[in-house]
């Protein structure tokens, strides 16, 4: 029993814990930016300065036109960009968490007084030769209030590699032991709502756990995106979502996916959304969050009539794929996808009737 009450995630009468709201609407602004990769530089942190103040003034003109904001959120690799190549060419791309450039936006958000929310690649001394795609949350006293991992990668996007990145779905008995399961899913209880934040895709099982843990904001991240995704989930799980997402200039691979960052409503519709795919751009919304938590629980799923098929899924990919001596960690999208392969439950036909596991 005490185990169980350790381990309690869900409240079993619909209810979800908050912090007390210190106003009845607040104001979102998503901020959508072009950024320079940091592979572009013969020195990285020339980059990742000039970057860095790219996002200043991005929030000095959030914080000073229009509506006071109470949340800013970037996008997936405003410090960083993409980069490509092995893994040992990616980690020099990274920054670390905290780190000189979380303290410049802490400034930024202190002086603003505002939350600001950004994603980047990230490196962790406790996590050597890993990659992470982390979401850092800045709270209105400067001070980092929360730290999200990506939970996982979306799998066999790509018909010849497989994304790098280590999730908590690829080394998640470990997560589990250094922060706790109830990290896995952690939902920031603030004066403003409770809010969330993730870069995953396509994956509605990942927010309904968000959902059923009490989210009212569902802040995202991406590097291009699916609108009727956000829309959807937005819809399904009854809560406020925005996307904010880099822009792409015209004329380059997948120009058409840039931009087009939004604000969605609980009921699946955009409230807001920048119309550009390639131009910079803030937009803003006002979310009456007291009117919306009133008389709220959270959402009704068909849990109980899908357990026994959900019982007998499997995933493709085991839990823990990256746990491993950090030497073996595979160096490319290649190799990852060889790892794939190796360990799939549906290429090699596994006795279904046993559990699989690579520890």
Known sequence: ??????????????????????????????????????????????????????????????????????????????????????????LKYTIEVPGPETEALGKVAKECDAYLIFGSYATDKEWPEHILSLNTVIGRDGEIKKVYWKPRNIKRLYPDREITTTTIEAVQEKYREKYSIEEEFPVLKTEFGNIAVSTVQGDPFVFAAFAMKGVEIMLRTATLFSESDVLAMAWINNFYSAMSNITIPLG????????????????????????????????????????????????????????????????????????????????????????????????????????????
């Open 252 to 359: 380059t691979p997948y120009s058409e996916n840039g931009g087009k960052s939004l604000i969605a409503s609980p009921q699946g519709k955009i409230i807001a959304q920048d119309p550009s795919t390639h131009e910079e751009g803030i937009v803003s919304a006002e979310i009456p969050i007291a009117e919306f938590r009133k008389n709220r629980t959270i959402p009704n799923y068909a849990l109980e009539m899908v357990q026994e098929i959900f019982s007998q899924y499997q995933q493709e990919i085991p839990m823990n794929h990256l746990d491993m001596p950090t030497d073996q960690l595979p160096k490319t999208g290649e190799e990852m996808k060889d790892l794939f392969d190796e360990i799939s439950r549906y290429l090699n036909k596994p006795d279904m009737s046993e559990p699989v596991s690579r520890n």
């Open 1 to 90: 029993m005490a185990d169980e009450l350790k381990n309690k995630l869900v409240n079993q009468d619909g209810t979800y814990d908050v912090a007390p709201l210190e106003k009845e609407i607040i104001t979102l602004k998503v901020i959508q930016t072009g950024v320079n990769s940091l592979q572009e530089y013969d020195d990285p942190k020339v980059g990742l300065k000039e970057n860095l103040n790219h996002m200043i003034e991005m929030a000095d003109l959030a914080c000073n036109e229009g509506s006071e904001p109470d949340i800013l959120l970037y996008h997936e690799f405003p410090l960083t960009g993409y980069s490509s190549g092995p893994r040992a060419e990616k």
